[in-house]
């Protein structure tokens, strides 16, 4: 199986159709390898923008993609059969981060008729691999690095290349993979994005639920047991919903102390993360806070 190295440039531009700000594709890039990691073949072509007619000053500058070339560019929608027809069939397509999908998502929905989509049939992200890979090597970092940043804390010269150019970030790209390359390991961050459920997954925002009604919240997520004594308590006021925390008063049946229960709900793709507090009444209402008073359950 190939791997394919694909990045995009892309500019924002108004899409008077839409009623909103898109971000269109101006450059595909991409360099093919074979399993062994070695150069088969490069991929780059400059999109015409459909939506503008000038780029904004910040990408020209980023870039060096100028007003010139973007309209010397084809249209998307040839851009992506050209690139689907490079690319082939049994290929792994990596990215440095996830951004590219979340732009070909956008692209896909405002700028594409629905009988092109980009050919993307194995996936996995560049960037989560060759950082792990650092990690594990002795390299300490916080947050996620940019192409360019690893690049330098590996002493991988980009002399040559222009970055922010597509294509030759894809030959950066390919650098920090060849210094890493280890199939056995890439096996564990490979996607199928071929099912429908890759880019359902990618594109789920994770939200907290705010009433107390809701189907994913279960009768035994809103049970309450005494932190004095373990005993289930009961629930003696209704639910009252604030800051994305749900609190309601419990007495304990055993030892007959009063607090504050306090549950919130996080909904994610796969599961539902339910964290909950106890809190004492005297510690509420020695802050001049009264506490929950009975409520219906209607948020």
Known sequence: MDIIILDLEWDSAYSVKSQRFVNQIIQIGAVKLDENCNIIDTFSVTVKSRLSKKL?????????????????????????????????KNTLTMTWSTSDLYTIIENCKFLLPSSIRFRIEKYADLQSYIQNEMRESGFEFQSQISLANAAVMLNISSDGLELHQAKDDCLLSVALLKRFFN?????????????????????????????????????????????????????????????????????????????????????????????????????????????????????
């Open 56 to 88: 904004t000053k910040r990408f020209v500058e980023l870039t060096g993609i100028t007003n010139d070339m973007m309209r010397a560019g084809i249209p998307l929608a040839q851009a992506v059969e050209q690139y689907n027809a490079w690319a082939g």
């Open 183 to 299: 199939r056995s390991k890439m096996e564990r961050y490979i996607k199928d994005a071929s099912n429908p459920e890759f880019f359902r997954r990618l594109t789920f925002k994770s939200y907290t639920l705010s009433n107390i009604k809701d189907d994913n919240i279960k009768p035994e997520n809103l049970i309450f047991k005494c932190d004095k004594c373990g005993n289930i308590s009961k629930c003696v006021t209704g639910w009252k919903y604030r800051n994305g925390w749900f609190s309601a008063n419990f007495r304990c049946a055993q030892c007959k102390r009063m607090y504050i229960g306090r549950v919130s709900f996080k909904k994610t793709y796969d599961d539902l993360i339910v964290k909950k507090r106890i809190i004492d009444i005297k510690a509420v209402e020695s802050k001049d806070e009264k506490p929950v008073q009975s409520l219906s359950e209607k948020v």
